[in-house]
């Protein structure tokens, strides 16, 4: 995201140095998928930068702005993270907060990339996408797989109907990291049984 956002406003700008301005990223939630994938992945781009972090938990912020983001302002609440000078919110909240957080941040005139699920409901979601539209502004749902080689290999053989009808699909995926706790209570029964499934096969 931070890349298109970068090229879109050198553009409009007539800026030739692509270099000059980086897009300015705050963080909304920083827990483990902020702090393994959004904040390195941006840190490490040439096209932004973590400005600011928030969390309901300050230290937790502080910790990642120490280990992955110097100079990153902190915050405890969203609304005075909205009012940094920040270009775009990366929403790495729990999912019950991606509906909420991104109409404000979207109502405070900025980009937004919001980690899946984009909503609960699908009123909130076609509410999020008439939002963006109606502020001009991108809001961007992080598949972050859609475009790895092999879910594109896997939708090509679907669509061309190599493998017959789909008639239900599944798909589990983990790591020996995957917590066997909250949201994916159960983890590790699941993916030793669906590994075992597709060996035997």
Excluded at 26 to 45: D, E, L, M
Excluded at 73 to 97: R, Y
Excluded at 122 to 137: H, Y
Aim: contains cysteine.
């Amino acid at each position: 995201m931070c890349d298109r956002l970068h090229n879109d406003r050198n553009q409009q700008q007539g800026n030739k140095n692509m270099s000059e301005e980086k897009v300015r990223v705050g963080i909304a939630g920083c827990g483990k998928i902020a702090r393994t994938g959004h904040v390195p992945g941006i840190q490490s781009s040439d096209a932004g930068t973590v400005s600011a972090l928030c969390d309901t938990d300050i230290n937790r912020a502080k910790a990642l702005r120490d280990d992955q983001a110097p100079g990153a302002e902190v915050f405890s609440s969203l609304d005075d993270m909205l009012q940094a000078e920040i270009d775009a919110v990366c929403i790495c909240t729990p999912n019950n907060l991606h509906y909420p957080m991104t109409m404000k941040a979207l109502e405070a005139g900025l980009h937004v990339l919001c980690d899946k699920p984009i909503a609960a409901e699908l009123p909130e979601a076609t509410r999020m996408v008439e939002a963006a539209k109606d502020a001009g502004k991108t809001l961007h749902i992080n598949q972050s797989l859609r475009y790895h080689p092999m879910f594109v290999t896997i939708a090509q053989l679907i669509n061309e109907g190599a493998i017959g009808e789909l008639i239900h699909l599944r798909c589990i995926r983990g790591a020996p990291q995957t917590p066997d706790r909250g949201w994916s209570k159960g983890a590790s029964k699941e993916l030793k049984s669906d590994i075992r499934t597709c060996v035997d096969s």
